[in-house]
């Protein structure tokens, strides 16, 4: 169910990956990886997971983990409209 991703280090912030849903009425969730989170695993976030963003429709499916993740966290969003 995805619709677009705005890659890191130079993706979004949380914002604007709000804003970038936002105006698209088929995106009814949005994904963000910010700078402070922390890899599960301890040490530092890898430049390209900051500031990720990713945009997806509904329904919100399951998906298998990016094995390029090196553990970071994100938030998932659901918009309300």
Not at 39 to 60: F, Q, S, V
């Amino acid at each position: 169910s995805a619709l677009v991703r705005f890659p890191g280090p130079d993706g979004k912030t949380l914002q604007e990956c709000y804003a970038e849903c936002a105006k698209r009425a088929e995106c009814a969730f949005f994904a963000h990886w910010p700078k402070d989170a922390r890899p599960e695993k301890g040490g530092e976030t890898k430049p390209a997971w900051i500031n990720d963003c990713r945009l997806y429709k509904a329904p919100c499916e399951p998906y298998e983990d990016d094995p390029d993740n090196d553990g970071s966290r994100n938030m998932l969003y659901k918009m309300t409209r």
